[in-house]
Structure formats: C-alpha cells, structure tokens
C-alpha cells in the first residue's frame, strides 16, 4: 500500500470497491467466490489495502520492546524484517510469524532490501546507534515513513540531516523518545508549560555520567558474512577488526559506535522533555559549561537547565527521588516544582499545587515505558500526514543540546552556542565536533 494513495488502485478505485464491482459483473474466474472477512476489514482487523506494510531494520533487545506494541496494532502487518546477525533475524521471524500464525514474513541480511520492496510503507529501526541516521536518511529518500529508535543521530550535522532529509521528502519520522506520550510526563510538561509553577527557573534532566572509550577489543577471526555480516555491521563507522562482543553489545560507551559520550542515552529522553517543558522546541541554549557533576546550559530566555550525572542508572541520584524511577526530570518554577520518573508517579511542591494531581489521567502505568502510544501516535499520522509528537525537529534541537552539552565536557570548557546555525561561537575546535568521519560507502 502507498499510503498517499491509500487503497485506490492506478485506476483511482478502491481494492475493495474493485472487488465489489468485479463481483457484481460476474468476473468470478479472476477471483475466489468467498472473499474472506478477514480481507474485506470485518473482524476488528484492516483490510490489506488499509494497512500498513512494516519492514524491521535492526532486531536487537530494544526492537524486541518496541516491536510488540506495533505486531498489536490492527492495521500494521510486519512483511520483512532484517538483521546481520542471523540468529536475531531468524528470532524476528519467529516472532512476527508466531504472531500471525502464519510462515509469511521475509527475513534479510541487508536493510536495502527492505528499502526496495514496494509493499513497505514504512520502517522500524532499531539497529545500534552507529546506523539510526544513515539508515533513516537512507529509508526517507527510498518513500518509506521512518521511526527511529533514539538516539538518532551520532553527531549534530547528521541530526540536521536526517530532520532536513525528512522535511525535503515529506516522510513522517517519528524519535523513540516514547516518554513524551506517556501520561506522568505529559502531566509533568502541562505543569511547567501552563504557568502553574510560576516563571519557570531551572531545568533538571538526568543523564549518565560521560565516558567514552577509545580502546579496541582483540581481534577475533571474522565469521561467515551468512553468520554476522560484519562490514555491514560497521556500516558507516569507521572499521576495525571483528569481535564477538561487539555484535552482542558491547559496542555502548565506544566513541566509534555510541553518540555524544553516552549523554544521549538518557538525554534524548529527559533533556527533550526540558524542552518541551520550556517551549523550547524551536531552539536550544546558547550557552553550556560543564563541571564534574553536571553540565549547566542556559536558554535565551534566562531558563537554565541542568544535565544532572548519574553514576549508575539505577545507583546514586543525589538530589533526586529514587522511587519515582528511571529517567527523573524535575522542573522548578518561582511558585513551585514538579518532579517525575519512569515508575509513573509525580511529585510536586508546595503542598498546595498536589491538588493538580487530580488531573492526571487515570491508567497512568506503574513502567512509564510503555511505547504503544507513542507508535500509534506514528502510524496515526502516516495516515494523516500530520506531524507526530516526536517528529524531525523536535529530534534535532533536543539532539543538538545534548551533542554541544557532550562537547562542553569533552573539551572541559565553556561554550558559546548559536542556536540558529547550531554551532558553536568562535570555536573552531568544538566546532570540529559537529561532525565525525564516515567510511566513504556509506556518506549521506
């Protein structure tokens, strides 16, 4: 199915309607006599020409979350899915036919095929991070709508890229950053952005304590391009000699495969909610100055917001409340804050603002992870053609604060940031940290 077209045929009528009509001219001999219900949408489930046609790129742990909520969906069907690995591509499969009761789906060493086939409207990538902007780049130029698991971009020139390759296409993209159609931070967000704290003051968003590794792993003897196709793999990052472990996720926390010294693991998430919360979806600070716990960057409109290290994920939080869960944002305004996390619950102070509590939607889970919204938000809007909630731009600005808050701390200083060319001001070296090297192949 193309979705602009939705289900009309080259003729300009509708599958369904063609069948009807067939039928009633008597041309049986192209058609079986019984058209199941199943084909026609009854039954709770779209007709093929309503639906979807998925490709999966990349089935690592995080695809394996992600993919369920969308299998759920009645007007989605999972037609191919692709990994290098084989036996991830082979759990794919299993997965998506299990679900369909069915032997149906392709699976493929190489996302170009994916890219080429006709019935895919659209793709879930959920590769490692060395491939989120290439592929999806690559996806958006081929007419597929593209949703990305964060974060999406290593650097701040692919993030502009991949969001000017989206606009240029008229794809819809929508960013894993799923929390921003989760109730308790969508409450959180209301909160902060309807005036109810006050003027706001100061941003918290949590992050993991920076790292990057440089190291190589030994060198193991290649395997069988069936087996791990390991240059496709490495894809656009720079090469180097295969080992077992990368493939099995030890490529975290490496400068070649992982993006803005792992502040974007959380960041993505939690500094892209800072600016929502901000109105700041247009723009990023314009200044960032790391210390040893945190990095302080501060907006045009005098709001700070804070990149607060975590040592562990689930270890020290200084200053945060541990029970609210994973992801802690805190937002601070003159007459108030709020507070919220992954398990769902919100703190707010003073006393008197919890009678807002109120308004929280009903049903909030006890994990904030659940991405089901967040993809059917996506697949809404594939329909629609509007933008989703965590569309290109949105990605970029949150993305592009997270990478010039990551070069503040590997350069150890403050910098100057220009948040409408998105560089850095008069700096040449951290501006030489916009982009990095890409094997010659796979340059987009």
């Not at 989760?182 to 003051?201: E, I, M």
């Not at 240059?231 to 090469?239: I, Q, T």
């Amino acid at each position: 199915m193309t979705i602009e077209r939705k289900a009309r045929t080259e003729t300009g009528a509708s599958r369904r309607g063609f069948l009807t009509t067939a039928a009633a001219w008597g041309v049986a001999a192209s058609f079986p006599t019984i058209v199941p219900a199943r084909a026609l949408g009854r039954g709770g489930v779209a007709a093929p020409s309503e639906r979807i046609g998925l490709g999966v790129i990349g089935y690592g742990p995080r695809c394996t979350y992600d993919l369920g909520p969308m299998l759920a969906q009645r007007d989605v069907q999972a037609l191919v899915v692709c990994d290098v690995q084989a036996k991830r591509r082979n759990a794919a499969k299993e997965r998506v036919d299990k679900h369909y009761g069915s032997q149906d789906c392709a699976s493929v060493r190489d996302f170009r095929e994916v890219l080429d086939r006709k019935d895919v409207d659209a793709v879930l990538i959920a590769t490692g991070d060395r491939w989120h902007a290439h592929a999806s780049i690559l996806a958006a130029r081929a007419g597929k709508d593209v949703y990305s698991e964060k974060p999406c971009g290593l650097t701040i020139d692919l993030c502009r890229k991949l969001a000017d390759t989206i606009q240029e296409t008229g794809r819809v993209f929508q960013a894993g950053t799923q929390r921003r159609s989760v109730p308790n931070f969508q409450f959180a967000v209301d909160l902060a952005r309807s005036g109810k704290l006050g003027k706001l003051k100061t941003l918290y968003a949590s992050v993991y304590t920076p790292s990057i590794d440089t190291q190589w792993l030994p060198t193991e003897p290649t395997p069988k391009k069936d087996e791990v196709d390991w240059d496709l793999w490495l894809g656009p990052a720079p090469w180097r000699p295969y080992n077992h472990a990368y493939v099995e996720g030890r490529w975290r926390g490496q400068y070649d495969f992982d993006s803005g010294a792992r502040l974007l693991d959380w960041g993505a998430h939690t500094v892209d909610l800072c600016q929502w919360a901000n109105d700041a979806d247009g723009t990023t600070p314009i200044s960032f100055e790391p210390s040893e716990t945190r990095i302080t960057a501060r907006y045009a409109n005098g709001v700070e917001l804070v990149l607060d290290f975590l040592k562990t994920p689930f270890g020290e939080r200084t200053g945060w409340i541990t029970p609210l869960g994973t992801c802690p944002v805190r937002f601070v305004g003159e007459d108030g804050w709020v507070e919220t996390g992954d398990n769902g619950g919100v703190e707010i102070r003073p006393d008197g603002l919890k009678a807002k509590l109120n308004d929280l939607p009903a049903g909030t889970p006890d994990s904030g992870l659940d991405v089901g919204a967040h993809a059917r938000n996506w697949l809404d809007c594939i329909k629609s053609r509007e933008k989703p909630a965590a569309n290109a731009e949105v990605m970029r600005r949150s993305h592009v604060a997270c990478h010039a808050a990551a070069a503040s701390w590997i350069l150890g200083r403050k910098l100057e940031f220009d948040p409408v060319k998105e560089a850095f001001v008069n700096d040449d070296e951290a501006d030489g940290l916009r982009t990095r090297p890409f094997r010659e192949a796979w340059k987009v």
